[in-house]
C-alpha cells in the first residue's frame, strides 16, 4: 500500500489547514486509518484515527475539539482537518494505515503497518 499525504505548509496561529492522504490500495474501506505526528526531539505522537467503513473516529487529547479525521472511500482518501492551530502543532504529519487490524481506531503507532512519506506543518506566532 503506497500512501501520499499533501496539504501541508506554513499558517499563522488561530488558522486552519487541510491534509490529505491517498492510498493505492483497493481494499482501503477495510481498515484503520490514522494520523501521526512528530517534532524534532519528541516522539510521534497520535492525532487521529478512524475505522473501516466510516464507522467511529478518535482523536487524541492534545487536538481534540480542534482537528477532524474523515474519510472518503470513493477517493481512497482520508483528511484531517486542522482549526485553531497552534504554534505547538507544528510537526511533520504521517499518515498511516492499519491493514491487518485491528478494526477499531487504533492508537499505538505499532498497530500501523504502512506509512506515507509525512507532510510538514508549521503554525507561526
Known amino acids: 500500500v503506497q500512501l501520499v499525504e499533501s496539504g501541508g505548509g506554513l499558517v499563522q496561529a488561530g488558522g486552519s489547514l487541510r491534509l490529505s492522504c491517498t492510498a493505492s490500495?483497493?481494499?482501503?474501506?477495510?481498515?484503520?486509518m490514522g494520523w501521526f505526528r512528530q517534532s524534532p526531539g519528541k516522539e510521534r505522537e497520535f492525532v487521529a484515527a478512524?475505522?473501516?467503513?466510516?464507522?467511529?473516529?478518535k482523536t487524541g487529547d492534545s487536538v481534540k475539539g480542534r482537528f477532524t479525521i474523515s474519510r472518503d472511500e470513493d477517493k481512497n482518501t482520508i483528511h484531517l482537518q486542522m482549526n485553531s492551530l497552534k504554534p505547538e502543532d507544528t510537526a511533520v504529519y504521517y499518515c498511516?494505515?492499519?491493514?491487518?487490524?485491528?478494526?477499531?481506531?487504533?492508537?499505538?503507532?505499532?498497530?500501523?503497518?504502512?506509512w506515507g512519506q509525512g507532510t510538514q506543518v508549521t503554525v507561526s506566532l
Open positions: 498511516a494505515a492499519a491493514t491487518r487490524g485491528p478494526w477499531n481506531t487504533p492508537v499505538p503507532a505499532f498497530e500501523y503497518n504502512y
Open positions: 490500495d483497493r481494499t482501503f474501506s477495510a481498515y484503520a
Open positions: 478512524v475505522r473501516p467503513n466510516r464507522i467511529g473516529s
